[in-house]
């Protein structure tokens, strides 16, 4: 057996031995990839667009991991109507990638998702945050947008453009204030894209 010098021991104390380590930098790839699956999760709920299961499939690929039953089950399903399908426009449906309206349904829709979904986010989060300061401490929302703007850098115009549409998207739907998911909801709702 050799002997150790004082630099390792010490740096298995500190940091733990290279095992340690190993498994440490596991769990933290294992925590990230589920933080990120879920949020991913939460916009195909919101979206119901199906380019999201593959991208939680490759999330999930890439980091070594296993594959969620849930998005196994789906992609059982893709390939069940895929075996039938013939033609681009029923291999697209078969594939689960077309819109409402039999349309396709590209990743440009959900990329342009996406920022709605984190300004809408931002403003709400800050207005749920100021609503619990003191009434002379609070922000207008002028100056929440102006933030929202300075922290996703965009003009605050666009963030009250955005928070806008969504809020007047939401009243429609229902009479009465908005609620967290239905402020999510309709961030994600892809427009159209041109």
């Known amino acids: 057996m050799s002997k150790r010098t004082a630099d390792e021991i010490a740096r298995d104390v500190l940091f733990g031995t290279d095992g340690d380590r190993a498994k440490l930098t596991r769990e933290v790839l294992e925590l990230n990839t589920q933080e990120q699956a879920n949020y991913l999760r939460r916009l195909y709920r919101a979206t119901r667009n199906n380019l999201i299961v593959w991208q939680i499939y490759a999330l999930y ?6 594959i969620p039953e849930d998005v196994l089950r789906m992609l059982d399903r893709f390939g069940e109507t895929l075996q039938t399908a013939s033609g681009a426009k029923e291999i697209a449906q078969a594939l689960g990638l077309t819109g409402e309206k039999g349309g396709a ?5 959900l990329a342009k998702a996406i920022p709605h979904l984190h300004l809408v986010t931002a ?3 800050r207005m749920e945050h100021d609503k619990t300061l ?5 922000w207008s929302q002028a100056r929440i947008f102006a933030q929202v703007a300075k ?3 965009t ?20 009479a009465g204030e908005a609620g967290t998911i239905d402020t999510i909801a309709a961030a994600l709702r892809p427009r159209k894209v041109r």
């Open 61 to 66: 690929r890439q980091a070594k991991l296993p």
């Open 155 to 174: 003009t605050a115009g666009a963030v009250k453009s955005a928070w806008g549409r969504h809020v007047k998207t939401i009243q429609t739907k229902r």
């Open 123 to 125: 403003v709400y989060i």
């Open 151 to 153: 922290e996703m850098k």
């Open 105 to 109: 349904q590209s990743a440009a829709a």
């Open 134 to 138: 003191p009434a002379a401490h609070r």
